[in-house]
């Protein structure tokens, strides 16, 4: 699987502010302990990859954030080959290209997290104001396990055509989740359901308290060099 490709319209100046800021300030007004993968020498912090928010007469009603991160997976020598995804010529070209203007920052590191693969969408925490609405952990292990299958892997599940003569891969449903397992944040092991049956991921979540939960979801290929623990993510 590739990473992720951002690009960004017109000239940016070096200068330029970046976007990240302002969601993670937008993040930062919600009542939702934001939780992401505990730090560790083979991942880094993509960003954000989704933020939805619902409001009523009363306020916030609903908040969801989705954390994505970069996989190094030799991090003793981030210039060996073996760290870089595979990419196709057409992203690399883009990739390579280099402006005849200087550029942020922050848009060069961006660029290069590029060339690694990606957990998109790694860690996703939700919050409801009323309990009720939340659904149980279950269904929302699902869900997001099923929104990172239909984005990354849409060959092997057969959205996009099929690879080789292999059927199109099951839908994941409730069935394939296991409720015995243990998921650590900030030190602490809480129960947890899992979802451990899938060729192409790897899925773990639990609830926080009445009205929110996390649920986690890893490309299986890059699950060896991933320590699946969160922390509290602290504010930017």
């Given at each position: 699987?590739?990473?992720?490709?951002?690009?960004?319209?017109?000239?940016?100046?070096?200068?330029?502010?970046?976007?990240?800021?302002?969601?993670?300030?937008r993040?930062?007004?919600?009542?939702?302990?934001?939780?992401?993968?505990?730090?560790?020498?083979?991942?880094?912090?993509?960003?954000p990859?989704?933020?939805?928010?619902g409001?009523?007469?009363?306020?916030?009603?609903?908040?969801?954030?989705?954390?994505?991160?970069?996989?190094?997976?030799?991090?003793?020598?981030?210039?060996?080959?073996?760290?870089?995804?595979?990419?196709?010529?057409?992203?690399?070209?883009?990739?390579?290209?280099?402006?005849?203007?200087?550029?942020?920052?922050?848009?060069?590191?961006?660029?290069?997290?590029?060339?690694?693969p990606?957990?998109?969408?790694?860690?996703?925490?939700?919050?409801?104001?009323?309990?009720?609405?939340?659904?149980?952990?279950?269904?929302?292990?699902?869900?997001?396990?099923?929104?990172?299958?239909?984005?990354?892997?849409?060959?092997?599940?057969?959205?996009?055509?099929?690879?080789?003569?292999?059927?199109?891969?099951?839908?994941?449903?409730?069935?394939?989740?296991?409720h015995?397992?243990?998921?650590?944040?900030?030190?602490?092991?809480?129960?947890?359901?899992?979802?451990?049956?899938?060729?192409?991921?790897?899925?773990?979540?639990?609830?926080?308290?009445?009205?929110?939960?996390?649920t986690?979801?890893?490309?299986?290929?890059?699950?060896?060099?991933?320590?699946?623990?969160?922390?509290?993510?602290?504010?930017?």
């Amino acid at each position: 699987m590739g990473s992720a490709r951002y690009e960004f319209e017109g000239v940016l100046g070096v200068d330029s502010p970046d976007p990240m800021d302002a969601q993670w300030e937008r993040i930062a007004q919600w009542p939702i302990p934001v939780l992401g993968l505990a730090p560790q020498p083979t991942i880094e912090m993509f960003g954000p990859s989704s933020i939805g928010n619902g409001s009523d007469s009363a306020g916030l009603r609903n908040a969801q954030v989705g954390l994505s991160y970069i996989v190094i997976r030799n991090p003793a020598d981030r210039a060996d080959p073996a760290n870089l995804a595979d990419l196709d010529e057409e992203v690399t070209r883009v990739l390579d290209e280099v402006p005849p203007w200087p550029l942020p920052k922050w848009l060069i590191e961006l660029t290069e997290r590029q060339r690694y693969p990606m957990l998109w969408e790694a860690v996703k925490t939700s919050w409801y104001r009323d309990p009720a609405e939340r659904p149980s952990i279950a269904e929302a292990l699902v869900d997001h396990t099923t929104e990172v299958l239909n984005t990354n892997f849409r060959p092997e599940r057969g959205l996009d055509g099929r690879v080789g003569s292999l059927p199109p891969a099951p839908d994941i449903t409730t069935a394939a989740v296991q409720h015995d397992a243990v998921l650590r944040i900030d030190g602490i092991d809480r129960p947890a359901v899992l979802i451990d049956t899938d060729p192409h991921v790897f899925a773990v979540g639990t609830e926080l308290d009445g009205s929110a939960l996390v649920t986690v979801v890893l490309t299986r290929d890059e699950l060896p060099f991933v320590r699946v623990e969160l922390t509290t993510h602290a504010s930017t």
